[in-house]
């Protein structure tokens, strides 16, 4: 449990007693103590810890680090989800802490970073490196050092060279049972295996590159359109999905027994992330209908965020394509205070593709600014409870989620896609559309098109030629009526 979380007292986790700091004696003398922060990155990346809020990370950090040293730590470790850049602002702004395990930005640290006398370490995501950290503590003076040789390096690679230890062996598959169970269950019998053959693929489908449309993308969005349809039984004009809720990228088997197969567990991994209301695993798609201009709007909240906080806020589509400036997402920022002014004016174009991008030439529809049609819009709980809190701080950009007949829905819950009674998942869409698809099409070795990205005149340009064209007609003017005197 994170040290900085602020549980409601009736809450469950508030009963459960959960300590937040902890001490470990690992020899006479030597007394690790420990504490963890939830970043400000990752809590604001988390809605649905709501109820629990986390406290200020840096004034939660040196009231830990204070009290365990009273009560007898001489080495500080901080296991924090953060990220390294916030965790080295945190190193720098708090005296005393050894040692800061890292994550949340998925960084493989080939070596450690050091703030200070802070070591940070982060061993990547997925189980990809094993993270290995030795460390010599001097009593004399209570200086902690790395000592890792060469012969030891920091991460080691979790691949097929580390063998399966018998007994853990033996656990993993008692679990592996318990959920293939779990799947078929899911499934309604179609999947029973998580290693399951669901698509044969003869290339990597890449989540890359960062900021921009991917394959990988193009791929999930298509996924919950055409199953979004089947389940809805209304055709899906447009489907969007943010770069954050997609982990990772579609890679084949390499070992020649099964080279090329994509497993549902290889699926499911890359994009399960969240929970809806059920509690069960995986966001649920939820349908909605909005105007053209709400879409539009949408794809400039994306391209607004993305330049503001990064790619986990870049938004993949389908059923769209569209021309964009990035540099025009923010018009300026207020001197000093460094406050960005979103212009509203990223998107140049935007278009809705009518027919089947893997099937040949398509028509591309004019979405025109100000359109009020009506469209079918299918996307993952998250954003859809995220969105519409966008007008809270930028009107100009509010949006209102509402059902087929054009009227605004009540809650969000009202408009999850629900099939035979049940939530349905967005990493089921993916994994249905693969396992309808049978073979990975070629159109998902590139990208197609969707987002182009360009350069255009900076907006803050425009003022500045109107004053500089206000002040030469002025000057003009002023020469004009001296002559005439």
Avoid at 241 to 249: V, Y
Avoid at 251 to 277: E, M, Q, R
Avoid at 325 to 350: G, K
Wanted: proline share 6%; net charge negative; glycine share 10%.
């Amino acid at each position: 449990m994170a040290t900085n979380a602020q549980i409601p007292t009736e809450h469950a986790l508030g009963k459960a007693g959960i300590e937040r700091t902890t001490i470990k004696e690992i020899a006479p003398g030597v007394r690790l103590g420990f504490f963890s922060v939830m970043g400000e990155g990752a809590a604001d990346v988390a809605p649905l810890a709501v109820p629990v809020t986390f406290a200020d990370p840096v004034e939660t950090a040196r009231a830990a680090v204070a009290e365990l040293r009273q009560q007898g730590a001489n080495v500080i470790i901080a296991v924090n989800h953060a990220g390294v850049e916030e965790d080295r602002a945190l190193a720098k702004a708090v005296a005393g802490i050894h040692v800061i395990i890292s994550a949340h930005s998925h960084t493989a640290l080939s070596a450690p970073q050091l703030v200070g006398e802070t070591i940070i370490v982060q061993s990547g995501a997925y189980l990809q490196y094993a993270g290995v950290l030795e460390l010599s503590f001097d009593r004399a003076t209570g200086k902690v050092a790395v000592r890792n040789q060469a012969a030891q390096p920091f991460l080691v690679p979790l691949d097929d060279r580390v063998p399966e230890d018998p007994l853990f062996a033996a656990k993993v598959g008692n679990y592996q049972a318990e959920l293939n169970d779990y799947v078929a269950a899911l499934s309604g019998g179609r999947f029973t295996d998580i290693a399951q053959t669901v698509i044969v693929s003869d290339f990597k489908v890449t989540d890359g590159p960062r900021m921009r449309e991917s394959p990988f993308g193009n791929f999930v969005t298509d996924a919950m359109r055409a199953i979004g349809a089947e389940a809805t039984g209304r055709p899906v004009d447009f489907a969007i999905q943010a770069n954050g809720n997609i982990r990772g990228s579609i890679v084949p088997a390499s070992s020649t027994a099964v080279k090329g197969n994509v497993s549902w567990y290889d699926l499911v991994s890359l994009i399960g992330l969240g929970s809806g209301p059920d509690m069960g695993p995986g966001y649920p798609l939820v349908s909605v209908y909005l105007t053209g201009e709400e879409v539009r709007r949408i794809l400039e909240v994306g391209a607004l965020l993305s330049q503001l906080m990064g790619d986990s806020y870049f938004l993949q589509v389908s059923g769209l394509r569209y021309t964009y400036d990035p540099e025009r997402a923010i018009v300026a920022r207020v001197p000093f205070a460094n406050i960005p002014i979103p212009s509203t004016r990223a998107v140049l174009r935007a278009y809705r593709v009518v027919g089947d991008e893997m099937a040949g030439p398509v028509t591309l529809v004019p979405l025109p600014r100000g359109d009020t049609t009506l469209y079918h819009v299918v996307t993952d709980y998250y954003l859809a409870k995220f969105l519409p809190m966008v007008r809270e701080r930028l009107p100009m950009l509010g949006l209102v989620l509402k059902n087929e007949d054009g009227q605004e829905i009540g809650h969000i819950d009202e408009a999850i896609v629900r099939r035979d009674g049940q939530e349905l998942k967005v990493w089921q869409t993916v994994v249905e559309f693969a396992a309808t698809l049978g073979t990975m099409p070629e159109f998902y070795q590139t990208t197609a098109g969707r987002i182009v990205e360009v350069q255009t005149i900076p907006l803050i340009v425009y003022p500045v030629l109107l004053v500089v064209g206000v002040v030469a007609g002025g000057v003009v003017l002023v020469r004009r009526i001296r002559r005439r005197r």
